[in-house]
Structure formats: structure tokens, C-alpha cells
């Protein structure tokens, strides 16, 4: 799970109410120390991940994160949950540290709960029969 290579943080994000990667979330990473700063803003691809890493090797430095997942407004576009939103954005904020990348977060989400941890970056995604099954999801 834990790696000893350089740094990164990587997110993929699954629809539990559907049972399919969440397509079309947007997520903010902001850099909490020294001073507060908004360093990514992704939207989830069909995968339930963004196309990109939101931190990558070359620009990873250890410290303090905040990731924003705008949950909400992702269900209310699908017209699922509860108006007003039971979770409007779930934030998880990550201490990151040299040599013990890289970063994998898996999220699980409904309208009303999520479940996070810190996964295996090989984590992969089947959506079959409407539940999502995860594969590479390591605690």
C-alpha cells in the first residue's frame, strides 16, 4: 500500500446509490500550510477519477491537504438526494509525507454517507449488475 517512491495523490470517487463511478464530480485540492492555497480543481472522468492526478510527482511537497468533493450538487444533477443536500461537499484533509507515496483516495458516496481510505493506486473499477465492485481497494 504505502510506497517509497516520490509523491503524488490520486482520487476515484464511486456512485453508490447507482452503482457506478461517480462521472462529472468536480474536486478541489488546497495546500492548508503555510498559508492557504487551492493547488487542483478536477472534475471526475467516466472512470470516477480525473484525468489527471491532482498532485504529480513534480509538483508534490509534504504537508497538510484539504480535498473538497462537491457530493451535493453532483446528486442534486441527477436528481438523487434529499434538497437541501444532506452532504453538500465532503472534506477530507490528508497529511502527506516524503517517500511514502504515492496517494491513492478511494471514496464511496451517497446522497447521505461516504467512506474513505487510503487505497492501492492500482485500484480498479467494474460496474456490473448496478453495484459498483472494487477491486485494488485496500485500507
Partial sequence: MAGH??????IQVLDMVQGIPAEGMRIDLWRLDPDPAQV?????EASGSPPAPLLA???FRAGLYELRLHVGAYFAARGLG??????EAVILRLGLAD????YHVP????PWSCTACRGSQGGAVRAAAGRAAVT???P
Avoid: K, M
Fill in 99 to 102: 517517500g511514502q507515496g504515492p
Fill in 40 to 44: 487542483a480543481e478536477a472534475r471526475t
Fill in 107 to 110: 471514496l464511496l458516496c451517497s
Fill in 57 to 59: 510527482p513534480e509538483g
Fill in 82 to 87: 434529499p434538497a437541501p443536500p444532506f452532504l
Fill in 136 to 138: 485494488g481497494f485496500t
Fill in 5 to 10: 517512491g516520490p509523491g503524488s495523490l490520486t
